[in-house]
């Protein structure tokens, strides 16, 4: 494993660690979850992400008793939760959000389900339209504070309101988000690399990005269709099929289909080499897994032996067939 600092922080997290959405409390049993934890931690990953919204709590219920269960030494390991989707079935209105309220009360939550006594990363999963921004900074401030968060970020909230944030803590001597987690994978790119280009010099920002394989598009899983067994074909998930598969103008199936093709060419199966790509990106801290299948996920692992074997001409290939 190599391990990057998350942003200009000194927290050092493995390059590659491992998440739990759609798969833990949902489409895998628990003991498949053990078996995934198990196989991360003895590969070196140090970060397991979750959040408050995966399976309504479930996901990091059953993360929690894993980590338990395997008895992973505490200060070798980072967990995270994610607040604003709320992990009730049909929330009330103090229930989501980035109130200072659901803020305090999603991060008790998170701690019991996780069983933890603080959370390393605490990130607000989207940007709450019906709280003001210093609300929000002031309450994870707080938490911080408190000791029951270490480091708290965004995810997928536009540059300005990122700035903004940073802005208002810098103002008031409160904590700064240290990180965003942001989609990006070779068929999204443009947030990362372009709109969030100033924030990593100008905050000290880290990205701690998801969906490396784009659902498991870029592994070349949908180029016939949607197999049985795959996660586009998970029913509560049917409106995640639009965004993965895209319409004719994205051609986002054909380019994957590229992608994957340059990858029988070079010998190298397409899941690693997609993940490796990710990691050429100084600005990526670290690189969300995701995998239902212990085999998914000792083939992505690979990728850091990818990373070192290709050099600048491969990547720029890579980046052709997709761009
Ligand atoms: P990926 O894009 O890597 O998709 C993972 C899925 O692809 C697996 O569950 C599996 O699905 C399939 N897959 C993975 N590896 C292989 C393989 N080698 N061969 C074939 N199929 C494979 O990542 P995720 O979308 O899962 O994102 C990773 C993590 O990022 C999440 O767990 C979560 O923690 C975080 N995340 C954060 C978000 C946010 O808004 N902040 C949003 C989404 C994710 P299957 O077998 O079912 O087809």
Known sequence: MQ????????????????????????????????????????????????????ANGAAEQ???????????????????SKVFFGAAADPRPTQRGLSRKHVRDACDAALKRLRVEHLDLYFCHRPDPDTPVAE??????????????????TSEWPAA????AAQIARTHHLHCPT??????????????????APLYAELGLGATIWSPLASGLLTGKY??????????????????????????????????????????????????????????????????LGASKVSQLLENLQALELLGRFDDSVWRRVEAVTG
Request: glycine residues 10%; charged residues 20%; aromatic residues 10%.
């Open 62 to 80: 059953v993360m929690g008793d894993v980590i338990a269960d395997l008895r992973l030494p505490r200060d070798g390991y980072c967990v995270s």
């Open 161 to 164: 309101l990122i700035r903004e």
């Open 136 to 153: 929000t900074v002031w309450a994870m401030d707080a938490l911080i504070r408190q000791g029951k968060v270490l480091y708290w970020g």
């Open 223 to 288: 180029a016939d269709g949607v197999p049985a067994d795959s996660r586009l074909a998970q029913p509560q998930l049917e409106w995640l099929q639009g965004s993965v598969l895209g319409d004719a103008n994205a051609n986002r199936v054909g380019r994957a289909g590229r992608f994957t093709a340059l990858a029988a060419e070079l010998g190298v199966s397409p899941a690693p080499l997609a993940i490796a790509w990710c990691l050429t990106n100084p600005h990526v801290s670290t690189v969300l």
């Open 3 to 54: 391990y990057r600092r998350l942003g200009s922080s000194g927290l050092q997290l493995s390059a590659l660690s491992f998440g739990a959405w759609v798969t833990f409390g949902s489409q895998i049993g628990r003991s498949e979850a053990r078996n995934l934890v198990a196989a991360a931690w003895d590969h070196g990953v140090n970060f397991f992400d979750n959040a408050e919204g995966y």
């Open 179 to 196: 990180m965003e987690q942001p989609e990006y994978n070779l068929l999204r790119r443009e947030r990362v690399e372009l709109e969030y």
